[in-house]
């Protein structure tokens, strides 16, 4: 059988991991806090998402339609994204899906589809912002997400991604505070934002859009953590980190070029195939 065709079992394969985790955020966050998210931009967002993915895999000839990784981006879609209008919703999804076949290098996405379809539109319309992502900021809030979080990137074997940004950015933003004599208290509530949380653990880490091996994705998240804190503390731009990630993303290749390593599968996430299987998205 291709591989290609083989469904992992839920215990393998980390994207079931991430959708229960974001599923969970998604529910307690409509249900208990206020997410300011419209039940219908979630039901667009999502059926748009799989739909864009069904229609992709045929346009490509994939052997078989896969729901997992559109609907990991749909949720991050709408956890983040704030519209006033419904359109603009399902707009994001088919641009964030649109980007994985459209946008590709060498078998690899260019960029994280979730965060190429916020920065298209918040560039491209008044009516879309991210969430702020401010959802208490309690401590214990915080630290469950967190360990969520490295739950999943424990399974998708790319925790270096993420532990590496937030210990750059982290230090940049304490670094920041001792410079202007803040209190440390500033820091920690900049770090205990909800939506900084869902990009560290589930937007830098894809292992579609990271370099191929572990120094490479160091130096990758080291960049992105930097740029992050240029364009918020320098330039006094909001959302740095989504900007910095889509302003890194064509570093990748680059990174790849000089350390090279394998190509990351879902299905089969730690082989040691080389070559990517043609056609897996």
Known sequence: MNPANRRLPLAKDPRYYQIIVLGLLLGYGIIELDFGIHWQNALIIISTALTAQFLGTRFVGLPHFDPLSPLITSMSLTLLLRTDVIGLAAVAAAVAIGSKFLLRYRGKHIFNPANFALVTLMVSSDHAWVSSGQWGSAAIGAFVLACLGFLVLTRARRAETTVAFVVIYATLLFGRAIWLDDPFSIPLHQMQNGALLIFAFFMISDPKTTPNTAVGRILFAALVASVAYTIQFIYYQPNGPILALITCAPMVP???????????????????????IKGVY
């Open 254 to 276: 680059v990174i790849d070029s000089l350390l090279r390593g394998r190509i990351y599968r879902w299905e089969k996430p730690a082989g040691r195939e080389t070559r990517p």
